[in-house]
């Protein structure tokens, strides 16, 4: 083992003679580091190997590549990048490539290795980690999107973007979200190859408009594919719309959108998100219009006749499928909204969605009746209170502390939403001050949520004079609750003092020394590998 390490360290002499030559770094500097390179590089010659000393080391040599990046820009010197740099970066490129073959199921080792290529730019690597990945982990469709993106956009290859997704689609063959970035990619470059035609339009490149003409046509096939993976279902409606949704970007689509909304029409008649897409699309309509009214009363005409279609459609949707969740998707355009909202209420009267519905309605006619609702969706629905409940709380805009205060009565599982909810409307009803005096009041009040915690940090950056040292307590009372089991807490910790105007950088190293300490199971895997990506600026 000592001979590998001392091999090892030779291997460095190289770069640290000319870091000191250069002038980038001092002679005791270079003894420093040649010292903790000695110490990590022994223990990832164990037997017994570590995660957590791959990680340590590969963090180490990153930041000393950031390190040499900033003296760079101070000094004005860049040359001997290859000799450098060059060999640091293959060196960190090796630490990752034991430490992915070694603990290949973690994705997230994986993952920092692709924010490492991306970050000093070794895209021929990158191209090799996204293979290799694929290969170990083909069960996860977010990866394969990212390498075919990355294909796509960076390296600019429409072929090997369409040959990942080719390849992810026969892992995952009913993933609407790949088809959906696959039909993505393919108009994106439908319109580069229809932005080259204009360009050699002279030269009448008659394969350009082909190859155009080919790239929408395989979006047709790929819609015929997710008809028949996707048939019949409330996804399937989602996923179409999705489509469309996407379609939309692109201006030379038309047919295709037309394809879309024909599908969704024929084969999604009685479904209630059809019907919603169809009203909110006669509001748009009428603003894709070439000319736009000139006077105030005309605009006012427009928009109420838009309006007027809309709610026509609404209405005829509620007679095709009369049920809860139609009704709860009608607009609430005209003075009709209240009666719709009543009577939806009445007939589902168990629902809570159909009661806040009622509630929003009247609280946004500013009706005097909201009071007398209240009291009676109370009477129907008290008896299945949950956190749907308590948001027909937290949509009421007048006084209703005397309520939260009688319901924080109730089991623990709801009185920890019922804090959350609490601490949101005396914020919204009193301002900071009175935030304050809630959270003061219960943080000590178990159970807590982390949640109710993350409200007030939300509350304090909402502040026009935001107090680090306020932000300081409720991380770290909340870290007296969490900081076991949540590895994200600590992380936006470290964040808060790196980017804060009065954040102080110098606490991330005891902030992360706590976490590692603090942190079970594999929160702390997970806490070391997204610190070693924010350390590297992707996180």
């Not at 807590?448 to 409720?474: A, N, P, T, V």
Request: with cysteine; glycine share 4%; aromatic share 12%.
């Amino acid at each position: 083992m000592a001979e590998r390490v001392e091999q090892r360290l030779e291997d460095r002499v190289p770069e640290l003679e000319q870091l000191e030559r250069v002038g980038l770094f001092t002679h005791e500097e270079i003894r420093a580091v040649l010292k903790k390179a000695t110490a990590l590089e022994y223990k990832i010659q164990r037997r017994a190997l570590r995660k957590e000393d791959f990680i340590n080391y590969i963090q180490y040599e990153i930041n000393l590549l950031e390190l040499i990046k900033k003296r760079r820009a101070r000094t004005g010197y860049s040359f001997k990048k290859d000799e450098i740099e060059g060999s640091m970066i293959q060196r960190v490129h090796s630490l990752f490539k034991r430490a992915t073959g070694k603990w290949k199921e973690d994705v997230q080792l994986w993952l920092s290795h692709v924010a490492f290529c991306k970050q000093w730019n070794t895209k021929h690597q990158l191209s090799k980690v996204f293979s290799t990945m694929l290969a170990i982990h083909p069960n996860k469709p977010a990866l394969w999107i990212m390498a075919a993106k990355w294909e796509m956009e960076t390296r600019l290859s429409s072929e090997s973007a369409r040959h990942l997704f080719l390849r992810a689609l026969r892992f995952h063959p009913e993933c609407p979200k790949l088809y959906q970035e696959y039909f993505r990619m393919e108009l994106m470059n439908a319109e580069k190859q229809r932005k080259e035609k204009k360009e050699f339009e002279r030269a009448k490149m008659n394969l350009r408009e082909m190859g155009c003409l080919i790239f929408v046509m395989g979006c047709d096939i790929l819609l015929d594919r997710c008809i028949y993976f996707f048939p019949s279902s409330s996804l399937g409606v989602e996923f179409r719309l999705a489509l469309l949704s996407i379609a939309k970007l692109f201006d030379f689509t038309h047919d295709l959108q037309k394809e879309i909304l024909e599908n969704l029409q024929a084969e999604y008649a009685d479904n209630p998100l059809t019907w919603d897409y169809m009203a909110r699309r006669e509001l748009e309509l009428g603003s894709l219009k070439a000319t736009e009214p000139t006077t105030k009363q005309a605009k006012v005409s427009e928009m109420t006749q838009r309006e007027e279609r809309c709610c026509a459609v609404f209405e005829e949707a509620v007679t095709a499928v009369p049920t809860g969740e139609m009704f709860f998707l009608l607009f609430y355009l005209s003075q009709k909204a209240a009666e719709v909202a009543e009577a939806a209420a009445k007939r589902f009267s168990l629902s809570v969605e159909m009661w806040q519905m009622r509630l929003q309605v009247l609280i946004q006619l500013k009706s005097d009746n909201v009071t007398q609702c209240f009291e009676e969706a109370f009477k129907h629905v008290k008896s299945k209170v949950c956190a749907g409940f308590m948001d027909l709380h937290a949509c009421i805009g007048w006084k209703t502390s005397d309520i939260y205060l009688k319901d924080f009565f109730l089991p623990p599982a709801e009185s920890v939403t019922m804090k959350e909810k609490y601490l949101d409307w005396a914020y919204r009803n009193g301002g900071y001050k009175k935030a304050r005096r809630v959270f003061t009041s219960l943080h000590e009040s178990h159970p807590l949520s982390l949640d109710f915690f993350k409200k007030m940090i939300e509350i304090e950056k909402e502040q026009e004079m935001c107090r680090m040292l306020r932000l300081r307590e409720y991380y770290e009372r909340a870290l007296r609750e969490f900081g076991s089991v949540n590895s994200d807490l600590w992380l936006e910790y470290i964040k808060e003092e790196l980017s804060h105007p009065q954040g102080k950088p110098e606490h991330a190293g005891s902030i992360h020394w706590r976490a590692v300490k603090m942190l079970e199971g594999d929160q702390v895997e997970d806490f070391i590998s997204k610190y070693t990506l924010l350390q590297t600026g992707h996180l």
